[in-house]
């Protein structure tokens, strides 16, 4: 199918198929015009790839993930290295979550009613 095709089934623009094309997510053949041809299996490609982002992986985690969906939603073969990245990809999201809740409560110091507040009423 063309990308137009790919696009309209999926809902992701042009842009962002060959956004994914160029981060290794998403293959496509070259037709003798020189358009992007995909496999059916693009669809459910792309879908995987949304559902992954949507998870708030990046697309070089997802590039290595990838290999292991199975199905839309996606489902996992589980292979080691898959497990490995999502633990440090959970471990990564741990580390950021703490440091917004460090932050949110020291900018929560500066509010009254939050805690001190900056100015003494």
């Known amino acids: ?7 309209g089934r999926t809902g992701v623009s042009p842009r962002l198929l060959r956004y994914y094309e160029e981060q290794g997510l998403l293959a496509a053949r070259r037709g003798g015009n020189g358009y992007r041809v995909y496999d059916e299996d693009a669809v459910t490609t792309v879908r995987q790839i949304r559902a992954l982002l949507g998870a708030g992986l990046s697309t070089e985690v997802i590039r290595e993930v990838l ?20 633990r440090q990809e959970l471990a990564s999201m741990d580390e950021k979550i703490d440091t917004l809740r460090r932050t949110r409560s020291t900018l929560a110091t500066y509010v009254p009613g939050q805690g001190q507040g900056l100015c003494q009423s």
């Open 67 to 86: 290999p292991c969906a199975v199905g839309e939603l996606p489902s996992w073969d589980v292979c080691p290295e898959l497990v490995h990245t999502l």
């Open 1 to 7: 199918m063309l990308i137009g095709e790919l696009s």
